[in-house]
């Protein structure tokens, strides 16, 4: 059976760091383009940052930059997104996303809310 399973996510205060953890069943997600996304209440999903299959290259939003760092562990087949140095601005439900060629798979999202 196919699955991402997000987990990692919480309520944490301005500042603070959480590291999301997106690991695949039935896949192998090293094969696949990885993207975390995020969606705010009221606001249309938008990504955050994606990593490559093929050289590992990454990709982050311009509000992400410097604070998060996505990776992939092939062993454990997961990839995870460390988050420091988080804002109010970072608050919703975030998810990850694999695809390559015409397979697409999306995990169930999961909350991060920053606030003091």
């Known amino acids: 059976q196919v699955q991402l399973v997000e987990s990692g996510g919480g309520l944490v205060q301005p500042g603070g760091s959480l590291r999301l953890s997106c690991a695949a069943s039935g896949f192998t997600l090293d094969y696949y383009a990885i993207g975390w996304f995020r969606q705010a209440p009221g606001k249309e999903r938008e990504v955050v940052s994606c990593?490559?299959?093929?050289?590992?290259?990454?990709y982050y939003a311009d509000s992400v930059k410097g604070r998060f760092t996505i990776s992939r562990d092939g062993g454990l087949n997961t990839v995870y997104l460390r988050m420091n140095d988080l804002r109010s601005e970072d608050s919703g439900v975030y998810y990850c996303?694999?695809?390559?060629?015409?397979?697409?798979?999306w995990g169930q999202g999961i909350q991060v809310t920053v606030s003091s």
């Open positions: 990593i490559s299959s093929s050289d590992g290259s990454t």
């Open positions: 996303n694999a695809n390559r060629l015409s397979r697409n798979y």
